[in-house]
């Protein structure tokens, strides 16, 4: 009787182990039950009844029916989903996208195409392709480009008619193709002369020139943008139009200073 080497067989047993380990199993069919499972089973059933008690045919057609019901609820379904698809073209949608590593991550941004492959929806939203099942949110078209639009900073401005200074207001042109290239600013009604403002990087200066003449009070400034939808807001900035001089305020230098960094913040 030959002699078996002890260390052939150990790397005999570990290589039966490692291939059971990596042996592969191959799953048969599929685990959902569409039109295709549906008729096999019918098939199958008519295969395998008894000749001598066969079923009823009325039992058949019936079987049938719902089968082809079946069948146009899917078809009608796909169509509906990818119908639904194609009118997403050019609206703000929020996508929610899982990384490899678990995390998930919501990106916003505008729906440029719509592609059917395989029967699947699939958007191109900026440039990236995301399933039509990523699809989270549709935004209104007027809520979208809110953040486009021009906008200005709430603010509370002060003007002293005994102490006149330049007052500054914060204000933002817009983007993406709705910005504006001027602005036009009234007070009471009246729109202040062109000459007497002059824009600097989001901030609005007004010379103290365009208020003489105001009763003392307090009154909203009302921004008209030239932007593609004419943006007009007159509810952010308030103008308190006070004479130290009549009141007996005192408004010295430092006072006119924070008035001035709490304006242009």
Known sequence: MAEVNSKDLTQSVEDLAYSNQTKEFKQRGSSELGKDEFLKLLVCQLQNQDPLNPQDDTSFIAQLAQFSSLEQMQNMSATMTNTSAYTLVGKEVIVQKTDASGATKEVRGTVDSVKIQNGNATLCVDGVNYDLDDLIEVL?????????????????????IANPAMSTVNINLGSDGYEANSVAVS??????DSSLMTYNEGKLSIAPKAFEGITPGTYNLTFQFDDPLGTKISDKVTVKITNSSVTGETTDDTTNNEKEDTVTE
């Open 140 to 160: 209104d078209d007027m809520y979208a480009i809110q953040k486009y639009l021009p906008s200005v900073e709430e603010q509370e401005l002060v003007y002293d």
């Open 187 to 192: 007070i009471n009604g009246n729109y202040i």
